[in-house]
């Protein structure tokens, strides 16, 4: 079993930046592909980015590449997702997600933490 507990969410402005952090608690982290998610009010939750056990590999959205940027430290049993030049559109809640490998599907996860609001104002 494996806790998962997002952080760093805010209230900022358009083109502002944020860094998520996501805290897991199982001994065997390192072991994991993690994955980054979001979901706006009346919208289906989305892939952001996902990086693999060793952060040897990344996977990202379209929509957020070039501005989003996954992390880990295994050490700290911590996964990152640094965002920049945010946009309104970026509003949503972010869930970070464990799982065995990288893949962009919500069903390729098997961990997942409460989420943590990001709200960008223009």
């Known amino acids: 079993q494996v806790q998962l507990v997002e952080s760093g969410g805010g209230l900022v402005q358009a083109g502002a930046s944020l860094r998520l952090s996501c805290a897991a608690s199982?001994?065997?982290?390192?072991?994991?592909?993690m994955g980054w998610f979001r979901q706006a009010p009346g919208k289906e939750r989305e892939f952001i980015a996902a990086?693999?056990?060793?952060?040897?590999?990344?996977k990202y959205a379209d929509s957020i590449k070039g501005r989003f940027t996954i992390s880990r430290d295994n050490a700290k049993n911590t996964v990152y997702l640094q965002m920049n030049s945010l946009k309104p559109e970026d509003t949503a809640v972010y869930y970070c997600?464990?799982?065995?490998?990288?893949?962009?599907?919500?069903?390729?996860?098997?961990?997942w933490g409460q989420g943590t609001q990001v709200t960008v104002s223009s």
């Open positions: 997600a464990a799982g065995l490998v990288v893949v962009s599907t919500t069903g390729g996860y098997l961990y």
């Open positions: 199982a001994r065997t982290f390192g072991s994991y592909a």
């Open positions: 990086i693999n056990w060793s952060g040897g590999s990344t």
